[in-house]
């Protein structure tokens, strides 16, 4: 358990999502300190287009953008989205009111979540499972053995491969309602 | 499957968003008044139009506006005001009190009549201080601020209110403080309260290495009592053979006789005169 999947990944991981939680409570205490909170409304607007501007490296895996390295398109997308989500969840604020912009923090919370999964988690996963494996049988243990006592890391990694099945349609739903609520905000603001 | 799972969220949310149009988008409570208005959007809203004057005319009549409420004088000033939108200081959506829907409320909309009389539509505090004031509020506080953008002068007050400090000021909750009653002009101005103008040279003068922290000397924030042993660590009974040689025989009060750093400075000229004397004995030695 010591030196488990859970432990080595999964923890780190989970730091680095209370730091974006961290950084959004520290900017909207910021905000309140201020008395800048209506500057609130208008990281909304940052943080979705820092949001849509990540979204070219879609267009680059898609080869709809033929130009550039993919893999600096995909850390452009992590930092941008990453960044975008702490503007939102800042513009969003702690005020339980319409449900429709809660639902979709909810689904922002959900699709950093998975994109964080994908990105730190699942290849060094991947590898220590393997490491482990191999270490397992050249110390003499069977394949059966050595399947046992990593059951609980081949079920941690199993539940990390799920992460693009959830990134993918949350994001998704996540656009649709990002949609919604801005076309109530066009129908009704002053 | 991933397409089927795409349209049944898409269904699902365009079906909340039918079945519950205002829990999904009520971005929160109507103010008291219009809580019959609570589902009808297009009361106040013009889709895609923002809230026009208009909407809210159809019900709120300028010249009539407050003269309902408790106090009809601290509103009736809506008539007079041209050329700002109801939205420039009013909102909703804040909750159930209608104060809550004012906060965009901006003294710059109201006529120089109006704003001048601060108490037209603010009720004067009912305290010893502004009780006997004459001067116009302008002369403490502003629009901005009302508490902290203060240039208060205590000219402005009486002279019998103005000697009688602890009627607004809080006396320190120090042992010093605590022993001294109605005396504040002592020790400070109404100028500026901290630095206090007290003179401790008067009793002992901080110089060279005595320009410590109070506490160093008054220990346990006791300012009434002091200690020298602090810093000078010889023992009592040596000092005390010390000085009855110079017949003193008292050494409990150092700084009655000790005025400063300066071995040589001593109470009184008497003494002054033969410390002195001893002193340039020794140096001749």
Not at chain 1, 130 to 157: H, I, R, Y
Not at chain 2, 257 to 279: L, M, P, V
Request: hydrophobic letters at 35%; one cysteine or more.
């Amino acid at each position: 358990m010591k030196n488990s999947i859970a432990v080595r990944q999964v923890l780190p991981f989970i730091q680095w999502y209370g730091l974006m939680i961290l950084f959004t409570l520290f900017f909207d205490f910021l905000l309140h300190r201020l008395q800048w909170v209506a500057v609130g409304r208008y990281l909304g607007y940052a943080g979705t287009a820092l949001v849509l501007l990540s979204f070219l490296y879609s267009l680059r895996k898609r080869k709809i953008i033929a130009s550039g390295s993919p893999k600096q398109y995909l850390a452009v997308h992590e930092y941008l989205s990453w960044a975008g989500s702490i503007l939102i969840l800042v513009h969003a604020g702690i005020h339980f009111n319409a449900i429709l912009p809660w639902l979709a923090v909810l689904m922002l919370l959900i699709v950093v979540a998975s994109g964080l999964t994908g990105k730190y988690l699942l290849k060094k996963a991947n590898e220590t499972l393997k490491e482990k494996k191999k270490a397992l049988l050249a110390a003499g243990s069977s394949p059966e053995e050595a399947e046992k006592k990593l059951f609980f890391d081949s079920v941690t990694v199993d539940i990390m491969k799920k992460w693009r099945t959830v990134h993918l349609p949350i994001t998704f739903l996540l656009g649709i309602l990002s949609l919604l609520h801005i076309l109530t905000i066009l129908m009704f603001a002053k | 499957m991933k397409k089927l799972y795409i349209l049944g969220m898409l269904i699902a949310v365009i079906w909340l968003m039918i079945r519950f149009p205002y829990a999904m988008s009520n971005p929160g409570k109507l103010s008291e008044g219009h809580t019959r208005i609570s589902q009808t959007c297009e009361s106040c809203h013009q889709y895609f139009g923002g809230i026009p004057d208009r909407k809210c005319l159809a019900c709120h009549k300028p010249a009539e506006i407050g003269k309902d409420s408790a106090n009809p004088e601290k509103i009736l000033f809506h008539e007079g005001l041209t050329g700002y939108s109801c939205i420039s200081c009013h909102t909703d959506h804040k909750g159930t009190n209608p104060a809550m829907g004012t906060s965009h409320f901006n003294h710059f909309v109201l006529t120089s009549s109006i704003l001048n009389n601060c108490s037209s539509c603010h009720r004067p505090p009912a305290d010893t201080l502004h009780n006997q004031l004459t001067a116009t509020c302008g002369n403490c506080h502003n629009t901005n601020n009302w508490k902290n953008g203060t240039s208060f002068d205590h000219n402005m007050i009486g002279t019998a209110i103005r000697n009688e400090c602890q009627s607004c000021h809080k006396p320190p909750v120090d042992n010093y403080h605590q022993s001294i009653t109605n005396n504040c002009q002592k020790c400070h101005t109404t100028g500026k309260w901290i630095p206090s103008s007290f003179e401790h040279s008067a009793y002992f003068r901080l110089d060279k290495d005595h320009n410590v922290s109070c506490n160093t000397c008054h220990t346990n924030n006791v300012l009434t009592t002091y200690t020298c042993y602090g810093c000078h660590e010889h023992t009592e009974s040596r000092m005390l053979e010390k000085h009855n040689e110079e017949g003193i025989y008292n050494i409990t009060k150092c700084a009655s006789c000790h005025k400063s750093a300066d071995e040589h400075d001593i109470k009184g000229r008497e003494n002054n005169e033969r410390k002195k004397d001893k002193g340039e004995k020794r140096e001749d030695d």
